[in-house]
């Protein structure tokens, strides 16, 4: 193996299971190994990542601050799509992903690294995610998933492992689920979430409070629009980071943006999974409520029906795939006319939009008013009624024919 791999870029999160894997490839494949990683919004998570790493025998450590990067071109493009998948699920962690590799397939190039290698299962969709990434930007690098390939079963192994080689073991409180957090979400999965009768604990959510628990006032707020892309609040022109982080708050406060999903994995199996997505979750109101407006009918309808597909490719893994980036371009041609401002209500874990505007605005109270105007005779609807329902009234009138009545 040794002579197989000369260095290696780890996907690093400072947990327990890449710290065993940092060691693990060193003592495996003899060679230097340097720990990536990618701020995307995890908060303390990433708090004395440096020195974990070092420690644990990290040739180098690369820390790359790509908030802004993940907001502007992951996040947004999947909002102007309204992207979400199986009805529920806004693809917090799906979207993250691939940047992460993205990263870590430009530091590998940075080093000379030959391999990159991954923390994730092999029953879960990160595998797919970080490792169709390393495909598409670079098939030169060998692919390293440790899960997949060496004898450890579960935690107790890393653990016993941990201690065998003197690899600190984060002494944290153990939580009875898994979490992952970043700009867009945070997610909870496993233990005790398994159980999909168990309501989960209130002491989980980390960035929204209960909906009993919020304001007995509600927050009005308006997002301003400019191609589909979220660019001002309440008339305040923010970065896309800042902007994201600032509805996480707002949202937050006010207990919108938790979603309790059985979805399902694409491996084939059902996984549940607790979501709160506060910011995305207004967001995506918004952005509904500004095409509603702005959006030609049928331009509207032939990009509904794309969603479910360009989500599904996003939760497969397919960010950097030519059908992604095709469906992207249609999409994004769909959204030169979105702009305007729209004005939502925050109230107990609701969101609704009370307002909306545009200078591109295809609504026009004088066309659309029950009163007499000059554009629209009522009369015309009698001769486009006749004929939308003529196939109608002749397949009706063939079948009483043939049952003689």
Same mark, same amino acid.
């Given at each position: 193996?040794?002579?197989?791999?000369?260095?290696?870029?780890?996907?690093?999160?400072?947990?327990?299971? *890449?710290?065993?894997?940092?060691?693990?490839?060193?003592?495996?494949?003899?060679?230097?190994?340097?720990?990536?990683?990618?701020?995307?919004?995890?908060?303390?998570?990433?708090?004395?990542?440096?020195?974990?790493?070092?420690?644990?025998? #990290?040739?180098?450590?690369?820390?790359?601050?790509?908030?802004?990067?993940?907001?502007?071109?992951?996040?947004?493009?999947?909002?102007?799509?309204?992207?979400?998948?199986?009805?529920?699920?806004?693809?917090? *962690?799906?979207?993250?992903?691939?940047?992460?590799?993205?990263?870590?397939?430009?530091?590998?190039?940075?080093?000379?690294?030959?391999?990159?290698?991954?923390?994730?299962?092999?029953?879960?969709?990160?595998?797919?995610?970080?490792?169709?990434?390393?495909?598409?930007?670079?098939?030169?690098?060998?692919?390293?998933?440790?899960?997949?390939?060496?004898?450890?079963?579960?935690?107790?192994?890393?653990?016993?492992?941990?201690?065998?080689?003197? @690899?600190?073991?984060?002494?944290?409180?153990?939580?009875?689920?898994?979490?992952?957090?970043?700009?867009?979400?945070?997610?909870?999965?496993?233990?005790?979430?398994?159980?999909?009768?168990?309501?989960?604990?209130?002491?989980?959510?980390?960035?929204?409070?209960?909906?009993?628990?919020?304001?007995?006032?509600?927050?009005?707020?308006?997002?301003?629009?400019?191609?589909?892309?979220?660019?001002?609040?309440?008339?305040?022109?923010?970065?896309?980071?800042?902007?994201?982080?600032?509805?996480?708050?707002?949202?937050?406060?006010?207990?919108?943006?938790?979603?309790?999903?059985?979805?399902?994995?694409?491996?084939?199996?059902?996984?549940?999974?607790?979501?709160?997505?506060?910011?995305? *979750?207004?967001?995506?109101?918004?952005?509904?409520?500004?095409?509603?407006?702005?959006?030609?009918?049928?331009?509207?309808?032939?990009?509904?029906?794309?969603?479910?597909?360009?989500?599904?490719? @996003?939760?497969?893994?397919?960010?950097?795939?030519?059908?992604?980036?095709?469906?992207?371009?249609? @999409?994004?041609?769909?959204?030169?006319?979105?702009?305007?401002?729209?004005?939502?209500?925050?109230?107990?874990?609701?969101?609704?939009?009370?307002?909306?505007?545009?200078?591109?605005?295809?609504?026009?109270?004088?066309?659309? *008013?029950?009163?007499?105007?000059?554009?629209?005779?009522?009369?015309? #609807?009698?001769?486009?009624?006749?004929?939308?329902?003529?196939?109608?009234?002749?397949?009706?009138?063939?079948?009483?024919?043939?049952?003689?009545?």
């Amino acid at each position: 193996m040794s002579q197989e791999i000369n260095k290696i870029v780890l996907a690093y999160s400072g947990g327990l299971d *890449t710290s065993v894997i940092l060691h693990w490839l060193k003592e495996t494949y003899q060679c230097p190994v340097v720990a990536y990683a990618a701020d995307v919004g995890q908060e303390e998570e990433l708090e004395g990542i440096r020195e974990k790493a070092l420690s644990t025998g #990290a040739e180098d450590v690369i820390i790359e601050d790509l908030k802004e990067e993940f907001v502007r071109d992951f996040v947004w493009p999947a909002l102007r799509a309204n992207a979400i998948y199986e009805s529920a699920y806004l693809l917090g *962690t799906s979207l993250a992903r691939p940047i992460i590799a993205q990263g870590q397939v430009g530091a590998a190039k940075k080093v000379g690294a030959d391999a990159v290698s991954h923390g994730a299962t092999g029953k879960g969709n990160d595998q797919v995610r970080f490792e169709l990434t390393y495909m598409a930007l670079d098939p030169s690098l060998k692919i390293i998933a440790p899960w997949k390939i060496w004898d450890f079963r579960g935690r107790e192994d890393l653990i016993a492992y941990a201690k065998k080689h003197g @690899i600190p073991v984060p002494v944290t409180k153990e939580k009875p689920y898994s979490s992952d957090r970043n700009l867009l979400h945070i997610s909870f999965e496993a233990g005790i979430l398994e159980d999909t009768w168990m309501e989960p604990p209130e002491d989980m959510f980390v960035l929204s409070v209960s909906p009993e628990k919020a304001p007995d006032k509600p927050t009005y707020v308006e997002i301003e629009f400019e191609r589909g892309n979220p660019v001002a609040v309440d008339g305040q022109r923010m970065s896309p980071a800042q902007l994201l982080a600032h509805m996480n708050k707002l949202g937050g406060e006010n207990g919108i943006g938790r979603v309790d999903l059985v979805e399902n994995r694409y491996v084939g199996m059902k996984s549940r999974g607790v979501y709160e997505t506060p910011g995305g *979750t207004i967001l995506r109101t918004a952005h509904l409520a500004m095409e509603s407006i702005t959006m030609d009918r049928e331009v509207m309808h032939i990009r509904d029906s794309l969603i479910p597909r360009y989500a599904e490719m @996003i939760y497969y893994g397919y960010w950097f795939s030519p059908e992604r980036e095709m469906m992207q371009a249609l @999409i994004d041609e769909s959204q030169k006319n979105v702009s305007g401002v729209v004005r939502l209500k925050l109230y107990k874990g609701n969101c609704m939009v009370v307002g909306r505007k545009s200078d591109v605005s295809l609504y026009d109270p004088n066309f659309a *008013t029950f009163e007499g105007d000059e554009v629209y005779n009522q009369k015309d #609807a009698e001769g486009f009624i006749r004929l939308s329902g003529l196939r109608l009234k002749i397949a009706r009138l063939l079948d009483l024919q043939r049952k003689g009545g």
